[in-house]
């Protein structure tokens, strides 16, 4: 497979930072206008019980039919366009923090009405309630990393 | 939900996969949501991730001032539900390596089991807990 030369001479030290700065605007761009950063709106479309709104269920399916084709090409390029190493997961095992953590997280969403990013982009735009979640989110984070430590010294 | 929802929802989706490939063939990263958040937050501190959310803060400053209805809390969520949700969303992305974006949008776009079980169950527990909240008749939580 041919491997696509690095470029990092060639690539100015700030480019990637800039770049990264570009995504995040336009995915929190992405995210209101999908409708992600309305709360009440995620809860409609999680609870199947009321009044059901599934239009957030076209919000992942657009989302996949960019991401899988540029995935696809970036397993035939396997280097970033602008330099540096690669960090994609490759283990394909499941294990049980994955399925407890995921499950623990659907909670708190559909609790919320919130997930990590329109928590993040909705506390410039929002509610005190986004720094709440936010506040709390980073806690939660906190407060694994700090478990996981506790379990590894005891093991 | 109107037309113009979907339609939103789905240009929404477009803005949300091409930033993600952006930072994927750009950067050689996973635009995992919660994963750049907590590395921003308590390490690893990588450049990339701290600009990325910068850009998100920057984003959501632009929704303020020409969207403000696109950024709404929930009605009917008291604060301590807001604490416990926030909570669990923070442990739970932790944990389970990984939220929508990561897991949903990055995991499932590269057809990875992980995620598609992680996703399944995410889904699966926050349908059950919104429809159950609904039905529990507590709109107050």
Redesign the interface.
Known sequence: MPMATPRHDSVPSHL?????????????????????????KV?AF?????DW????A???????????P??R??QR?R????G??????T????DR?????????????????????P????????????W??????????????KLMRQLERQL | MTMHDLVQAAAGGLLIGAASAGVLLLKGRIAGISGIVSGTLFGPREAWRVTFVLGLLLGGLLLAKVAPSAVAAPADRSWPTIVLAGLLVGFGTRHGSGCTSGHGVCGLGRLSPRSGAATATFMATGFATASLVHLLGTGSA
């Open positions: 990637p930072l800039i770049v990264s700065a570009v995504a995040g605007f336009v995915f929190a761009l992405g995210l209101g206008l999908a409708g992600m950063t309305q709360a009440d809860i999680l609870n199947l019980a009321g709104d599934p239009s957030l076209v919000v992942m399916t657009t989302a996949l039919v960019v991401y899988a540029a995935y090409l970036y390029r280097t970033p366009m602008l540096g190493d690669c960090q994609v997961p283990h394909v095992q499941l923090p994955l399925l407890v953590g995921a499950a623990i997280f659907g909670v708190g969403w559909a609790l919320g009405g919130y997930c990590p990013g928590g993040v982009v909705a506390v410039m735009a929002g509610p005190s309630t986004a709440l979640f936010v506040a709390a989110m980073a806690l939660g984070m906190l407060g694994h990393a």
